[in-house]
């Protein structure tokens, strides 16, 4: 193996290892995979009715939905991280001459495609509840690209955060904001409806110009420019901070 394929190389070992943990851990799947979708029907069966939003809640309700599922499924890889570092396996890995870029994109890459997994439970369930988007294949491709770019940013804000907590413990409860910030957005109702205050915040963290684009797009409707610049401009503004934080404190701890 020459040295330019010896980082990918190591990153598919780190890939399957990651893989066959998820796997090994029931609770792991639940929360990534099945903990949203019993949160969608509660909310759409439950409560939907209760929501003045226009047209069908389930068309409403699934765009911030792909969004929890991403955010449901970054806890385990927050502890996975830090139990790498607290535990000596990165000095195990250090002794075989892994690369080092390769452990923490090993993460990275198993967080997005388990998060994919999770959005296509999502979109699966909300098309047997009665969810029918609009959108043309050059929408959907849209879709595709946000909700890749979203779960990408995720996965390095969640390294960064798992390889800076003390604990595993600390690391698994340094999600909970990132979990919560859904709910204080437009998710589940319009961001107007809501007291002044909680208005103001959720018109303006990262999560709301994420999900009114989403939900545009599916309703096959053109986004509108400045929700999709912000969209987009968080995404990669949170793919910044979370590879820098997350590749220093690497080079600091490891």
């Known amino acids: 193996m020459n040295s330019a394929s010896t980082p990918f190389g190591d990153t598919m070992i780190m890939l399957r290892r990651n893989f066959k943990h998820t796997v090994r851990y029931p609770v792991t799947l639940f929360n990534a995979i099945f903990l949203p ?10 409560f ?6 226009k047209g069908k809640y389930i068309n409403y309700a699934v765009p911030g939905m792909l969004v929890m ?3 449901y499924g970054l806890s385990p890889t927050a502890a996975a991280v830090n139990g790498d570092m607290t535990k000596g396996i990165i000095n195990r890995f ?21 998060s994919l997994v999770a959005i296509a439970g999502i979109i699966g369930v ?66 107007d409806t809501m007291a002044a205050g909680v208005r103001q915040f959720a018109e303006y963290q990262p999560f709301t110009p994420i999900i009114e684009t989403l939900r545009r797009l599916l309703a096959g409707e053109d986004p509108s420019s400045g929700k999709l610049l912000a969209a987009i401009a968080w995404c990669v503004g949170l793919t910044l901070v979370g590879y820098v934080w997350s590749v220093s404190t690497f080079k600091k701890r490891a």
């Open 37 to 46: 979708i019993i949160i969608m029907l509660m909310f759409v069966w439950v």
């Open 69 to 71: 599922a991403i955010t």
């Open 126 to 191: 909300g098309f047997l509840m009665g969810f029918r988007p609009h959108a043309s294949f050059a929408q959907w491709l849209g879709v595709t690209g946000l909700v890749l770019l979203l779960a990408f940013a995720a996965s390095w804000l969640t390294v960064a955060l798992g390889l800076s907590a003390k604990t595993v413990e600390a690391a698994g409860m340094a999600t909970t904001p990132l979990i919560l910030l859904p709910f204080l957005s437009s998710t589940f109702v319009p961001a």
């Open 48 to 53: 939907g009715g209760a929501f003045d939003v």
């Open 94 to 114: 250090k002794a075989m001459d892994v690369s080092h870029g390769a452990v923490l994109a090993g993460h990275v890459v198993t967080t997005t495609l388990r």
